[in-house]
C-alpha cells in the first residue's frame, strides 16, 4: 500500500491553521498514524486510528478520514511545531509511511 | 517509563551479516508487538519489519524480505534483527520501537534512539 502526503514541503507562520492530507493507494479503514519528528530525535506519535489523539498531544493537533483519504490538521501553529511530519498504514503487512512533510517557519 | 535500547549497530562490508538486539524496560513487554523501523541519512522512515506479543505473525517490508528476520525473546524482554546479504541501501539509523497493541493494526508509541547500521566496502 503506497502512501502519498501532500504537500512534501509547506511554509507556515505562528498561529496559521495547517492541513497535511495522505492518501493510500488503497482503502485501509482508519488504520492509519501521524507522526512528528524533529531533527535528531526519534518520532512521536501524535494521532493514531485515524482520528484518536495520543495521550498528551495538545488539543491543537487532530486527525480525520478513513478509506483512502487522511487529514491531519494543526489549528493554530506554535513554535514547537516546526518539523517533519508522517503518516503510517497498520492496515496490513507491509506496513508503509508516507514521504514526509517539512513544516518550515515562513 | 517506557525505555528501549538498541545495540548491535556498526560498520559491515556488502554481503555479511549482522544482528540488531533491543533490550525493553518500563512495561511488559509480552503484552505488545514490536517493530523495526529505518530512516537512511537525510531520508525518511521506512518501516522494516514488524512481530506479534507471541512471534506467531511477522512482517517484512518488501526491500527486506528474505534476507531479513525478526525476533524476539519474552523471557528476556529483548527484539532482535537479524540481517543477512546487507546492501549499501541497507545503511540507515535503525530504531526499536513498541505497538500499542498485541498484535497487528496497533500504532507505534515508543521508539528508541536507534542504532546506525553502515554499509560499506
Known sequence: ?106 | EVQLVESGGGLVQPGRSLRLSCAASGFTFDDYAMHWVRQAPGKGLEWVSGISWNSGSTGYADSVKGRFTISRDNAKNSLYLQMNSLRAEDTALYYCAKARVYSSGGAIDYWGQGTLVTVSS
Request: proline share 6%; with cysteine; charged share 10%.
Open chain 1, 1 to 106: 500500500i503506497q502512501l502519498t502526503q501532500s504537500p512534501s514541503f509547506l511554509s507556515a507562520s505562528v498561529g496559521d491553521r495547517v492541513t497535511i492530507t495522505c492518501r493510500a493507494s488503497q482503502g485501509i479503514s482508519s488504520y492509519l498514524a501521524w507522526y512528528q519528528q524533529k531533527p535528531g530525535k526519534a518520532p512521536k506519535l501524535l494521532i493514531y486510528a485515524a482520528s484518536t489523539l495520543q495521550s498528551g498531544v495538545p488539543s491543537r493537533f487532530s486527525g480525520s478520514g478513513s478509506g483512502t483519504e487522511f487529514t491531519l490538521t494543526i489549528s493554530s501553529l506554535q513554535p514547537e511545531d516546526f518539523a517533519t511530519y508522517y503518516c503510517q498504514q497498520l492496515n496490513s503487512y507491509p506496513y508503509s509511511f508516507g514521504q514526509g512533510t517539512k513544516l518550515e517557519i515562513k
